[in-house]
């Protein structure tokens, strides 16, 4: 594994996502100017995802990029992409949920709670968006790098708390009392299945 060339790759994303922010930033407030009404609400509410998404990838990127261990550094930023991937998920399934609500109002007739919706599947849709964004560029830098997972470690915390456990369910194995197997008394079984008692003489 080529540690430094990972490394590279990663402030190059994080120089990137700077960008993006600072585009999102400028280029925000002058679409909106540009729009009246619902439409500057909307859009407001679309960029505002973007930006916020991207700065929380951001944050967590240049986070992961102090870490002095490259094991970790990648263990990380595997940890990263489920949890972006997760977000990209979640969100499109509230999305399609949320559509079909949207649907249903419509056709009931109820337009004020149709138009509530709409308004909130411009923000989920945005971020549906920004999450696949962010989950695609931690692939394609977990790919390009070549790298593979590392096994997860234990803390000296973890591993302590373990070993207790572990301690605990033996002592407990040791320290049960013995439970008799139940008595059964034996029978004879003659022709089909017709049990004959003992008798005494």
Not at 60 to 80: E, N, P, Q, R, W
Not at 85 to 111: H, K, M, N, P, T
Request: net charge positive.
């Amino acid at each position: 594994m080529e540690s430094e060339s990972f490394r590279s790759r990663l402030l190059a994303l994080i120089q990137k996502s700077r960008r993006a922010l600072r585009l999102y930033n400028n280029t925000g407030g002058q679409s909106i100017v540009r729009m009246e009404g619902t439409s500057a609400e909307l859009s407001a509410a679309q960029v505002s995802e973007w930006r916020d998404i991207n700065s929380l990838l951001l944050r967590k990127l240049t986070d992961t990029a102090d870490s002095a261990s490259t094991k970790k550094l990648v263990y990380d930023i595997f940890a990263l992409r489920s949890e972006f991937q997760s977000l990209w998920r979640g969100s499109e399934s509230e999305l399609v949920q949320q559509q079909r609500d949207l649907i249903a109002s419509a056709e009931r007739g109820d337009f004020i709670k149709a138009s509530g919706l709409a308004t909130s599947l411009v923000s989920l849709k945005a971020r549906v968006q920004a999450g696949q964004a962010a989950h695609h560029e931690l692939d394609l830098l977990i790919k390009r790098s070549r790298v593979v997972r590392p096994a997860a470690e234990l803390s000296e915390e973890g591993a302590t708390v373990l070993s207790t456990i572990e301690l605990l369910d033996e002592q407990s194995v040791q320290d049960a009392p013995h439970v008799p197997q139940p008595y059964s008394q034996p029978k004879i079984a003659v022709g089909a299945g017709k049990v004959i008692p003992l008798k005494r003489r």
